[in-house]
């Protein structure tokens, strides 16, 4: 039987919404990307409210994108003082389908996520993000408690 070798996960993408599921995701991501060297892609995903009418939409969408950059500022200097060359987005779209995308684009190694609660109600109508991600995505997902 041949020896399988483990070289780390290099491109690792990281579902952040800002939440504190995000965060602890985005923290075990960190410590992953300096311990193998690996580049970190941070995404961010704006669901559009439904019905999207243009007022709101592009009042939710303007909101959105500067409470995520300002989210980004934190994380960039975490990455720099780790050495840890990152990527930031922000995208609009449905999450997980946007997520499984841009893991497909940057040809990621690895997803981590971090575990939203809903009600069970909630899932068993529309399921969560993280069951969509782990069930289509082309490569290993972290979820992370």
Not at 93 to 101: D, K, L, T
Not at 118 to 130: D, K, Y
């Amino acid at each position: 039987m041949g020896s399988t070798v483990f070289v780390g996960f290099q491109r690792i993408l990281v579902a952040f919404d800002a939440s504190p599921h995000a965060e602890h995701a985005l923290d075990v991501a960190l410590s992953m990307a300096a311990d193998m060297k690996a580049k970190l892609f941070v995404l961010s995903v704006i669901r559009p409210p439904e019905p999207a009418e243009s007022a709101e939409f592009n009042a939710v969408l303007e909101d959105m994108r500067e409470r995520y950059q300002r989210s980004f500022a934190p994380i960039r200097e975490r990455a720099r003082q780790k050495e840890i060359e990152l990527e930031t987005e922000i995208v609009v779209g449905h999450p997980a389908e946007q997520i499984i995308h841009r893991a497909d684009t940057i040809q990621a190694s690895l997803i981590v996520m971090g575990k939203r609660s809903h009600t069970i109600l909630h899932r068993w109508m529309l399921g969560s993000n993280s069951e969509r991600v782990l069930k289509y995505a082309h490569c290993p997902v972290m979820i992370v408690h």
